[in-house]
Every structure is written in C-alpha cells, then in structure tokens.
C-alpha cells in the first residue's frame, strides 16, 4: 500500500492516491496484507522444483508444464512477496540470498503438506496411518529404535504408537490399549507367539555391601536379612512382579532404571539384566553374588501379534524387523 502524500491544500490532511488501495476503519492488517499476499503451495512448489534440477526447463518437464508457465508462476510469486528471487549468473538463473532464506523456511511446510497427501492417499485405500506397539522395557531399546527406524524409512507415512513398561500382558494390551504387537515375558493364550529373545538377569550388590563380607556361599537366610529390589507393575491390570520369597525384605520399584539405581546406592542387592550392567561389572562397580544357586535367571521374550493376514502390510513388516521370522537370541 502506498503512503497517502501531505495534502498542501491543508497541512493537517492527507491525500491518497487515485491509483491506491482504500481501507475501512475496521479493515484488519492481515486482510490488507492478504490481498497482496496470497501465495500458493503450488507457487513454492514451482520454485522448489526449479532449484533442485537446476534450471526452468527441466522443472516444466518434471511437472508437465509448460516452461512459460514455470516462468510466469516464478515471475508472479516474485511480484506477491516483493523479493526478488533469482539473479542471472552468467546464462544460469540462481537464488538470491533472500530467495535462499524464504525456500529453506517453506521446505518443511512443503514437506508437511506432502506428508499430508500420503496420509489421505493411505486412508482412501484402506491402509494403516498408526501402528500400535507394546514393549516390555528389558527389551534392549537399541533393538527396538533400530527396527522402528527401519520401518519408518519403508513406510514414512506410518506412525509407530509407542508404549513401554513391564510385565506387560498382550492379552490386556490388545483389549485394553488396542495393541498390535506385543513384546512380553509373559505367557499369552494369542495364537501368534514368536520366541525372539532371552535376557540373562544377574544377581548383584555394590561392591562394598555386607553381603560381600561373609566367606562362603551365601544361604537363603543371609539373604532374608537385607533389602532386595524387585521390579512390579500393574500396567496390564494385575500386579505382577519379580519372584521372591514371602519373608524377604523388599523395594518395589516401577522400572529397570530405579532397580539399577537401588543398587548403585549400596541399598539393596537384587537380579538385573546382565546386558544393560556390564559396564558396571566390567569397573568393578558391581559384583556378583556367591550364591550355590540362582545366581542368573533368565527372562524369555515372546513377540505376540494378534493378526498376521496378509492385508496388514505394515504390521508383518515391523514383526519381520523385531525378529519374528528369526532364530530367537540370547544375551
């Protein structure tokens, strides 16, 4: 808009131009900004194209266009924003520094609104948008984020709905929160079980507790007299939790992290999977109990799926990278 000129007629008063836009009083800025404004998707996409291939030729080509077409849409898109764009280098049309700015800042909403597409593409033909997953959390998460980042590459228009705690039960999962997939210890009346992993747990204090100061093996009353860390959890409905005698002393805690922790501090002694303390038995930090028995226990891992038809493309496919058509492992 241009700026009304001081009326020498009045000195107090403004003229505006013939040739210029009036505004009511209640006209807003984003309307008066809007008019002059009003860019498309299709315009970014225009530039977008013709800076990755390098040239309006081969832009008009890749998008069917016509190249005057490709030239008036830049040129007109230019004249909205009131920056100029490109800037001839030699026989090659480059982006002026503006130019860079404004793309780079546009990309990602061009991405967005792809996204988008591929969304409603993918809901119109009746496939998956989300997928739901429940995983135990002794699953080693180097596993689980390498699969996950395998399946997005494949299918990037499908969102993996994440849910982590222990003892989960996949028959509550499935009922309960919708799962797909599940990753459990716990035994399933599902029809589609995979054995995929079996996860050494160890028994371990730090290495100045008591318990380390008695010269032979241990026995069942040495240990009932101090605090053993136990992993528990409702999450699936019913309170389950890690196997211990009725008379022992305990800590409950919600997560492998709180009974690393407990232990760290010299509180408690308790079994944690080997896999995820071998830096802190390698320093010394923790030692492993002399017990005559029982020193490991091993927690066996199922993936339990709750439909495997061949329609659903993208659950079979992130079963396949959890490991369901692979010999089960051990760490």
């Not at 009131?82 to 546009?106: D, M, P, S």
């Not at 994440?162 to 599940?182: H, I, M, N, V, W």
């Not at 009974?259 to 038995?281: D, H, M, N, T």
Request: proline residues 5%; aromatic residues 6%; glycine residues 6%.
């Amino acid at each position: 808009m241009r700026r009304p000129l001081p009326d020498k007629r009045n000195g107090t008063r403004w003229r505006v131009p013939k040739n210029s836009r009036n505004f009511s009083a209640s006209t807003s800025i984003y309307s008066m900004y809007s008019c002059d404004m009003d860019t498309t998707l299709d315009s970014w996409e225009i530039l977008q194209t013709v800076v990755q291939l390098g040239g309006f030729a081969p832009a008009a080509e890749k998008l069917n266009r016509s190249q005057s077409t490709i030239s008036y849409a830049i040129g007109r898109l230019q004249g909205q924003l009131g920056v100029q764009l490109f800037e001839i280098q030699g026989r090659k049309a480059q982006l002026t520094e503006a130019g860079r700015v404004l793309l780079a800042e546009a990309e990602p909403h061009l991405a967005g609104f792809h996204q988008l597409e591929q969304r409603a593409r993918l809901m119109a033909s009746g496939g998956a948008t989300e997928i739901r997953l429940s995983v135990d959390s002794i699953f080693p998460e180097d596993r689980l984020f390498a699969a996950l980042a395998s399946f997005s590459r494949v299918f990037p228009h499908v969102k993996p709905k994440l849910r982590q705690g222990t003892f989960f039960s996949a028959d509550s999962e499935f009922s309960l929160y919708d799962a797909q997939l599940c990753i459990t210890g716990l035994m399933s009346r599902e029809m589609f079980v995979k054995p995929i992993l079996t996860v050494g747990m160890i028994a371990v204090v730090r290495n100045d507790h008591p318990l380390l100061s008695i010269r032979r093996r241990l026995s069942r009353s040495d240990l009932m007299q101090h605090m053993l860390v136990t992993i528990e959890s409702g999450a699936s409905g019913n309170l389950k939790q890690q196997p211990r005698h009725p008379a022992q002393r305990v800590l409950p805690v919600a997560a492998i992290e709180s009974a690393i922790a407990a232990v760290r501090s010299g509180l408690c002694f308790g079994w944690l999977p080997k896999y995820r303390i071998q830096s802190e038995i390698d320093s010394g930090v923790f030692v492993q109990l002399p017990l005559p028995a029982g020193q490991t226990r091993d927690v066996r891992l199922n993936l339990v799926c709750r439909d495997l038809s061949t329609s659903n493309t993208e659950v079979n496919a992130l079963a396949e990278l959890l490991g369901m058509n692979r010999e089960p492992e051990a760490i």
